[in-house]
Every structure is written in structure tokens, then in C-alpha cells.
């Protein structure tokens, strides 16, 4: 019986979760069913799409399935007729289960329970300022006095809600405080603050909950999109090393094999030379075997004719000897010797030219896959966002145009008649300068101007000083957006891209360096984007300014917005 009697109980526990109400937490009032088969007290509902109505798209509170237009509530009958038997009963927001149950120590014990285990309350009386479980909760449901109380759930200790300083309970909200107090606190303490009833207060703070949820599930959205990205974007890396790691193996194999096909060629070529050249010398030695031979031979003819004592023998044999003595012309070399240790030093030369290539190439190289970073943070939007990125910046006073001073700090320039002394670094072609500092993590700056064409660009240090390829975009170790007063124009390496977007006297420069991107904007609310680079950065890159002015103009300047402390 006693098994039967707790399931019993049991099931009652179930029903009375299922036919509570998600928004007030209470047993369903008047309960209506909208159409995604949630159901709701028609009183919370209406109130949670009245606070809707503006957007014209209404939505349930638990799946936020959206409706529209707004739909017209029915009362469910039959989940009323249930709700009414379960408050009849005495079974709101308690049960049989829940009343035999002794309270832990995370529940609220029974007020009125005698013994050392009290049961665990399920209601509190705020007017009682008592705590009952089921079985001393029955006469609130059945005194005619008792039913007029203020019934709520206890999930805290009635302690809790109670004023420290004068043991009431807490039944106003201080606004200015913000902070509950008691009736009597605000004739002390609280007198001149602005003090607001429950009711209004707990509308209020609903409304504050709604936009927090709102809020907190437009998050969790946002980082549901940014986890699926991240996810995406972490096979997108695994797959596109993998492919990286195929490719370098290809390409090295390549030279590796190239390496080793010359190698074999040179030393084929030079096995095939040495046969060439053998057969050559082994010729030659024997011509000269032969010649050596016939003059030994001749030597002693000459000997016997000299000891002749016939002078007619002597003149006739001495001409005959010597008309057939001319000595045959052999393909004997007239320099020295060449030999193949020319060939070992046109091979070391190599190697010292392809070693020259690595240690030029290989930085590059090691650079790149170091931008390879899966924490960057995301680009920033809003210009609060921007200007949370900016950095000091000033301008170089040894790498200006000898006739723009600096001032302000060196933060500004303007045309001068006077010139600046001759130094090693200046821009000598073109009315430019650097900032002292180079740049290799994310900066944002902003450029004021007034001329006739501003240049507002990054370069590599070690761009050239003297050239006519010193301008800014004329070479490969400069970036530059050209801003007109009609227009703007993006070059690099003397390429021009032209640019369309809003003229504007203020120019936004974000430079983030280990993502590659470099991004012109025209400054307002919100920022638009002008023109972006996207480049593997090899060096730190230093801020620049360029003007192009007549001696005339008046009010030439371009400066550095001061966005730092």
C-alpha cells in the first residue's frame, strides 16, 4: 500500500511541474494553449506580447518560435478542469511526495513541524512571515480567513526577505539605493529617496529580465554562429596544412631532385670530357713518341755524317739530312693547361648563389607560417572599437621632405620656404614622411588634411630615400591611398586601383599585422570602409604622410589625430 500510495504521489509531483506556468512559476491561471503547444496563464502571455507589439513579431517565451500576426488565445478547457482539481485538492505547488520529504540542508524547513527533522516547506506566507509543508499549508486552502493571504513559493528562506535592521519584511524597492528595504526604513534612512512599490518594481525588473534574456539568447546565438565558424574554420586549417605540408613536400623533392639530375649531368659531363681529353693526350704522346724517335734516329745519322772525312759525302749527306728534318706541327696547347678545378669553382659559385637565395628567401618563408595564428581576435566594427586599437604615433624629424616642418608635438607638417639640414634619411624627391615607430601588431590611426592630394601610407623602413620610385606606392616596400578632394585611388608598386567612397578630410588607417590586413576608412558613425589590402607583411611597417602642394596653396597641412592619452 505504502509503494502505491508514493507512486501515487509521485505522479501528482509530475502533473503539478506540467501545468505550472514558465513565466510566473505559479500553477496556470485561466490557462490558454498558443500555437507552437505551449501553454501559458492568459494574464502572462498577454503581458509578454504586449511588450512585443512594437516589433509587430511575437514570440513564445520558451522556443521563441515566432508569430505573426498576433494569434487570438483560447481557453483550454480541459487543462483548466485539471488545474482546478489540483487547487481544489490543495495540491498547488506542492505534493504528497514534497510533505512526507524532510527538508535538506539547501531546503526551507517547515515552520511548524515538530521533531528534529522538520518536513520541507513548499509555500511561505508573506503574511504569516511563516514557511509550511503540505500537511500545515492545508488550512490556508480551506479558512476562509487564511485564503486571503499571500501565498508564494518557498525556494528561500523567509529570513532572506526580511529587513536585518527592523526583522519586517522587505515590501519596497529604493531606487536610489536600489535596494529592497522595509516600510520603516523609508521613514528613516530611506525618507528622501525615491521608493517604489513591488509591483511596480517587479514589472520593471520583468522588463529588465526580458531584454537581459533577450540579450543573453542573442549572445548565445552570436557565439553558436562564431563556435559553427570556428569549427569550419579549424578544418579549413587542418585540411589546408595538410595541403601546405603535400605541396612544400612536392616542391622541395623537386629541387631535391633537380639538384640531383644536375649533379648527375655535370658529372657525367665531365666523366664524358675526361675520355675526350684522354683520347687527345693519347694521340699526342704518341706523335711525340714518334717524333722523338725519328730525331734520336737523325741525331745519329748526323753523328756518323760528322765523322766522315769525305767533304763531297759531308755537304751532300748534311743537305739531304736536313731538307727532310722539318718537324711536323702537333695540336700542343701554347697556354698553360686548363683543367677542372674550373668546373668545381663554377659549381661552389653556384652553391654560394643558391645559399644567398635561401637565406634571402628563407625569413619570407618563416614569417609567413608564423601569420599563420587561429587566436587572432575579430576585426573590430564600430569606431569604439577602432579607437580601443589606436597607438602614440609621431612623426620623424630625420625622414621628412627638408621643406615640411614639424610641429605640434610632430605630430603635424606644413610647407616651409626654410629648409631642414641635410640628413641621410630624408625624402628628397617628394614631400612625405615616416613616424618614428614601426609597426608589427594591430594598430589603428586617424590622418586630418588639407592639400591638394594626401598620401596616407605604410612603408617598410629601408624604402628608398633618393629615387624617383620614393614615392609612396611607386614601389614594392610602400602602401598608399591617394585622397583627392573628388575621389581616392589605392597604389603599390606604381599599380593604381581606383577607389569610390564619400570624401572626407579625416582618413582612418587599421593595420593589423599578423592577420595581413591593411583597411583605409572614412571616418563617421559607423565607419565606411574605403579600400582593404590583404598581404603577407614581411617587415614592421612604419606610418606615413604625403602632400602634394603648390608653393601658393595656402593652409597646407596634414597631421596625426591625437586619439591617446
Known amino acids: 500500500m505504502a509503494d502505491k500510495q508514493q507512486q501515487r504521489q509521485h505522479g501528482v509531483e509530475l502533473e503539478q511541474e506540467e501545468f505550472s506556468c514558465s513565466v510566473c512559476l505559479d500553477l496556470l491561471k485561466e490557462p490558454v494553449t498558443i500555437n507552437c503547444g505551449h501553454s501559458y496563464c492568459r494574464g502572462c502571455i498577454e503581458s509578454c506580447w504586449d511588450r512585443e507589439k512594437k516589433k509587430g513579431v511575437y514570440s513564445c517565451p520558451q522556443c521563441r518560435v515566432a508569430f505573426a500576426p498576433r494569434p487570438l488565445l483560447k481557453r483550454n478547457n480541459m487543462l483548466a ?30 515552520d511548524f513541524c515538530c521533531g528534529t527533522k522538520p518536513k520541507k516547506a513548499t509555500m511561505s506566507c508573506l503574511t504569516c512571515l511563516a514557511s509550511y509543508c503540505p500537511d500545515h499549508l492545508k488550512p490556508h486552502y480551506s479558512v476562509a480567513v487564511l485564503k486571503m493571504h499571500q501565498l508564494v513559493t518557498a525556494r528561500v528562506s523567509l529570513q532572506e526577505k526580511m529587513c536585518t535592521k527592523h526583522n519586517k519584511l522587505m515590501e519596497v524597492y529604493c531606487q536610489t539605493d536600489k535596494q529592497l528595504v522595509c516600510s520603516l526604513c523609508t521613514i528613516e534612512e530611506h525618507q528622501d529617496h525615491k521608493v517604489v512599490s513591488l509591483s511596480v518594481q517587479k514589472v520593471k525588473t520583468e522588463n529588465l529580465l526580458i531584454l537581459s534574456q533577450k540579450k543573453v539568447r542573442e549572445r548565445s546565438q552570436q557565439r553558436e554562429k562564431e563556435l559553427k565558424e570556428v569549427i569550419q574554420a579549424e578544418k579549413n586549417l587542418k585540411s589546408c596544412a595538410q595541403t601546405a605540408l603535400r605541396d612544400c613536400d612536392r616542391i622541395f623533392a623537386a629541387l631535391v631532385s633537380s639538384m640531383q639530375r644536375r649533379r648527375t649531368e655535370v658529372k657525367q659531363l665531365i666523366e664524358a670530357q675526361e675520355k675526350t681529353a684522354a683520347v687527345q693526350a ?28 769525305d767533304h763531297i759525302h759531308l755537304i751532300q749527306g748534311f ?92 605630430r603635424r607638417m606644413k610647407p616651409s620656404p626654410s629648409p631642414y639640414s641635410a640628413q641621410p634619411d630624408r625624402f628628397t624627391k617628394f614631400a612625405q614622411v615616416l613616424c618614428r615607430e614601426g609597426l608589427s601588431e594591430r594598430c589603428y590611426w586617424e590622418v586630418e588634411w588639407y592639400a591638394r592630394t594626401l598620401s596616407a601610407a605604410v612603408a617598410y623602413k629601408d624604402i628608398n630615400r633618393t629615387s624617383d620610385e620614393s614615392q609612396f606606392g611607386n614601389n614594392d616596400k610602400s602602401w598608399s591611398l591617394e585622397c583627392k578632394a573628388d575621389g581616392y585611388s589605392f597604389r603599390h608598386n606604381s599599380v593604381e586601383t581606383a577607389v569610390s567612397g564619400p570624401p572626407s578630410y579625416k582618413i582612418g588607417v587599421y593595420l593589423d599585422y599578423k592577420a595581413g590586413t591593411l583597411c583605409f576608412y572614412h571616418v563617421s558613425d559607423p565607419m565606411v570602409l574605403l579600400h582593404r589590402v590583404q598581404i603577407t607583411f614581411t617587415q614592421p611597417l612604419y606610418p606615413g604622410l604625403g602632400l602634394n602642394y603648390e608653393w601658393y596653396d595656402v593652409g597646407v597641412f596634414a597631421q596625426l589625430v591625437k586619439l591617446w592619452e
Not at 282 to 306: F, G, N, P, S, Y
Not at 387 to 396: N, R, V, W
Open 282 to 309: 693519347e694521340a699526342i704522346r704518341l706523335m711525340l713518341e714518334k717524333e722523338i724517335t725519328k730525331l734520336k734516329r737523325r741525331d745519329r745519322e748526323l753523328e756518323q755524317l760528322a765523322r766522315a772525312d
Open 81 to 110: 478542469e485539471v488545474v482546478e482539481k489540483l487547487r481544489m485538492t490543495g495540491t498547488q505547488q506542492a505534493s504528497p511526495s514534497a510533505a512526507l520529504a524532510c527538508a535538506g540542508p539547501a531546503d526551507v524547513a517547515c
Open 319 to 410: 743537305q739531304s739530312l736536313t731538307t727532310s728534318c722539318d718537324p711536323p706541327v702537333l695540336p700542343l696547347a701554347t697556354g698553360p693547361l686548363r683543367s677542372f678545378s674550373d668546373v668545381t669553382d663554377c659549381v661552389s659559385e653556384l652553391r654560394d648563389e643558391l645559399e644567398i637565395a635561401l637565406g634571402e628567401t628563407w625569413p619570407r618563408i618563416s614569417a609567413t607560417v608564423s601569420y599563420v595564428d587561429f587566436s587572432l581576435p575579430p576585426a573590430p566594427n564600430t569606431r569604439e572599437e577602432f579607437l580601443s586599437c589606436c597607438c602614440p604615433l609621431t612623426l620623424d624629424v630625420t625622414s621628412n621632405y627638408p621643406y615640411l616642418h614639424l610641429i605640434d608635438s610632430k
